[in-house]
């Protein structure tokens, strides 16, 4: 039996950007607010425009 190792992380800089709903699956999400952690991350607020679900998102900031 050979197990893979998934040593392949998808760096957070490299993410797709599109972000489905969790509900419906629709991308079309509106931003209600974005917001800078002290931990030097983003957070945003988005809901869906079809129906109405709200996703936080974490994004890192990249390092300059
Ligand atoms: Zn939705």
Known sequence: MTR???STRTPESNRPKG????????????????????????RRRRQCRHCGR?????????VN
């Open 4 to 6: 893979q190792q998934t």
């Open 19 to 42: 972000l489905e709903c969790p509900s419906c699956g629709c991308r079309h999400f509106e931003v209600l607010y974005t917001r800078a952690t002290p931990t030097g991350t983003i």
């Open 54 to 62: 709200r996703v936080t998102t974490t994004e890192q900031i990249g």
